[in-house]
């Protein structure tokens, strides 16, 4: 199994900046992919932006130019760094991650952290 633990999130005005990171645990496991996704009251949870373990990055046309997905050296942290947040960005996020346990492959979602964004 593989444990997300997200911090990060909070209130924050339009316009401006946010960092949220998450850090992946467990035990003989191996990642290939880690991102974020989220999900406005109301809405679907939609992709943000994810990172395989190489240099393939993918964003949501809504937050490209404006967030930033990056992963530590040891590959099993993943950050989203937000700016220029608008209302729109109001949502819960989720870490996830594609991981192989013990020969299987598995999604695995965090608890998810509340970003609102007031106007």
């Known amino acids: 199994q593989v444990q997300l633990v997200e911090s990060g999130g909070g209130l924050v005005q339009a316009g401006g900046s946010l960092r949220l990171s998450c850090a992946a645990s467990g035990s003989s496991f191996r990642m290939s992919v880690m991102g974020w996704y989220r999900q406005a009251p109301g809405k679907q949870r939609e992709l943000v932006a994810t990172s395989d373990s190489g240099p393939s990055i993918i964003y949501a046309d809504s937050v490209k130019a404006r967030f930033t997905v990056s992963r530590d050296n040891a590959k099993t942290t993943v950050y989203l760094q937000m700016t220029s947040l608008k209302t729109e960005d109001t949502a819960v996020y989720y870490c996830?991650?594609?991981?192989?346990?013990?020969?299987?492959?598995?999604?695995?979602w965090g608890q998810g952290t509340q970003v609102p964004v007031s106007s």
């Open positions: 996830y991650c594609r991981a192989v346990v013990r020969f299987v492959q598995a999604d695995y």
